[in-house]
């Protein structure tokens, strides 16, 4: 039987305003109420109820602020650490010793379910690192207005779905390379472009599939890399923008309808 496998939530602020917290009072994107609920909480509890997920660190830059929050109250297995400005030195800063496997999300993923978890953690079990993906015909079909960044390789167009599964402490050249481009992590051709010209070449002539991309991206550190594909399109459709939060609300109200089977 698989150990349960233990998860890093990054629910840090970055530098500078965020829009989406303007008038609100609220102080960092992680408490913004959506739903009726912190995004941290909804992402907390998505974990909580995976039977595959074991202990849970949530890491900020204040963390006693998060660890106050009343919505994770008596939640078993839940831990606070501080970090850095950096999401990628944060990362590696709390990476368990040895070759463990750790899951990580982020805390505006609020949309997060344990079917989520189940698919991702089962398509990444061999892999050294592994990363969610929503390929856009499945996103577009369910919800065409929803505007996300595309990686364009031949036969789709991905988009990330921000779950990650890491070998413990192999994967710190990666994450080191990481910390030194992701301010561009918005700009797809210019994350394709820092692996070398061989790939941006190849992306923009389609001449591989992502996976193949993505398998080759992670030779370059000696890693087992590859893209797990999510079947459900809400897996990445996270809050980055007001147009985002409308929609993960309708979709919050979608879902409590579902369960309750009478219309809101």
């Not at 949530?58 to 994770?72: D, F, H, K, Y």
Request: hydrophobic share 50%.
């Amino acid at each position: 039987m698989t150990a349960p496998i233990p998860a890093i939530i990054l629910a840090g602020s970055r530098p500078g305003p965020d829009p989406l917290l303007t008038g609100t009072g609220v102080s960092t994107k992680a408490l913004l109420p959506i739903a009726r609920q912190p995004m941290l909480v909804h992402v907390v509890t998505a974990l909580r109820a995976a039977p595959g997920v074991g202990p849970i660190t949530i890491l900020a830059q204040n963390s006693a602020e998060l660890a106050a929050e009343p919505g994770l109250a008596g939640l078993a297995d839940l831990h606070f650490a501080d970090a850095g400005q950096g999401i990628s030195s944060s990362l590696a800063a709390a990476l368990p010793p040895g070759d463990d496997p750790l899951l990580v999300t982020t805390a505006d993923n609020v949309l997060l379910t344990p079917t989520m978890i189940a698919e991702f953690l089962g398509g990444a079990a061999d892999s050294d690192v592994a990363v969610a993906m929503v390929e856009r015909d499945v996103l577009l079909a369910r919800y065409p207005e929803s505007k996300r960044t595309w990686l364009k390789f031949r036969g789709g167009w991905w988009s990330g779905a921000n779950m990650f599964r890491l070998r413990g402490r192999r994967v710190l050249p990666l994450l080191d390379f990481w910390g030194r481009i992701e301010r561009d992590r918005k700009k797809g051709l210019k994350i394709v472009a820092a692996f070398g010209p061989w790939l941006l070449t190849g992306a923009l002539l389609r001449l591989f599939t992502i996976q193949q991309g993505v398998g080759r991206a992670g030779l370059r550190f000696g890693l087992k890399a590859k893209v797990v594909p999510m079947s459900e399109p809400e897996a990445c459709i996270d809050a980055d923008k007001p147009a985002d939060i409308e929609l993960i609300e309708a979709i919050f109200a979608a879902r409590r309808e579902a369960a309750i089977g009478q219309p809101l």
